[in-house]
């Protein structure tokens, strides 16, 4: 068990036998009444992301979560196939399991795959990965200044606006928690 006062951002909990990590708290002690905890959690079995408010001191359940770190192989139909790199275990995943996280994940990539006894709740993305651009309008001189943008699809499929310098060819770096362009690589 574990006091809401002692809330982290990325902790693992278990309420209303659900699985939630808590994305934002924030400590509220207000001029009258008994202090609480504000909270945004996102479940992580079906990725909702919900409010909750918690007494001060109340105890909640801390989640152990495993983390594998697994390699994506390849896609077949609707099942994704990822294997730990150090026993060579396969597991599947299917494309309603991770598709967000499809945009920004391609073959031979190492990823995190989160479990919780035994039971696979998804894919845990690093915060930014490099895709190339590989369909984009061509940049025309001199618009590196007006701060405009245009959509470009990215390897994976994705579509993300980038300023207008960017090229076919480019490789970006993405953050994948909005799914916007950062840099160029």
């Keep these: 068990m574990i006091s809401v006062n002692d ?18 708290f924030q400590h509220v002690k207000p001029g009258k ?35 594998r770190k697994m390699q994506y192989l390849y896609a077949s139909g609707d099942a994704h196939a990822f294997m730990d790199s150090t026993s060579y275990e396969q597991i599947e995943l299917t494309t309603d399991q991770i598709q967000y996280e ?29 895709l190339e651009v590989i369909e984009t309008e061509p940049g025309i001189k ?23 310098f960017i090229n076919q060819g480019d490789v970006l770096v993405i953050n994948t928690s909005d799914g916007k362009y950062v840099s160029r690589a």
């Design 7 to 24: 809330f982290k951002t990325g902790l693992t909990i278990e309420v209303d036998n659900g699985i939630w990590q808590v994305l934002e």
């Design 33 to 67: 009444g008994a202090a609480f905890v504000r909270s945004k959690l996102r479940n992580l079995r079906n990725g909702n992301i919900q409010e909750k408010t918690f007494r001060g001191g109340e105890k909640v359940s801390k989640a152990h979560i495993e983390n």
């Design 102 to 130: 499809l945009k920004f994940i391609k073959e031979n990539m190492e990823v995190h795959i989160i479990t919780y006894d035994g039971e696979i709740l998804g894919v845990d993305l690093p915060n930014n990965v490099e």
């Design 142 to 164: 001199g618009d590196t200044a007006s701060g405009g943008s245009k959509p470009a699809k990215l390897e994976t499929g994705h579509s993300v606006q980038v300023p207008f």
